[in-house]
């Protein structure tokens, strides 16, 4: 498998997962900003395919 990531999937990210908003992150989390980040976006990430799904079921 190739190391690159799409030009696609980095536009998407760009576009679904904002810069560094420590605001947003839990208190317990606030002294790790990678896990934050890697956190927040995850759940950006699953709020979209949930997002997605459920409009795919709609049209059924």
């Given at each position: 498998?190739?190391?690159?990531?799409?030009?696609m999937v980095e536009?998407l990210y760009s576009?679904?997962?904002?810069?560094?908003?420590?605001?947003?992150?839990?208190?317990?989390?606030?002294?790790?900003?990678?896990?934050?980040?890697?956190?927040?976006?995850?759940?950006?990430?699953?709020?979209?395919?949930?997002?997605?799904?459920?409009?795919?079921?709609?049209?059924?």
């Amino acid at each position: 498998m190739e190391p690159n990531i799409p030009m696609m999937v980095e536009s998407l990210y760009s576009y679904f997962v904002p810069g560094l908003l420590p605001e947003y992150w839990p208190d317990y989390l606030r002294n790790d900003p990678v896990r934050a980040h890697g956190l927040w976006s995850f759940y950006q990430g699953l709020r979209l395919g949930i997002q997605i799904a459920d409009a795919c079921l709609e049209k059924l």
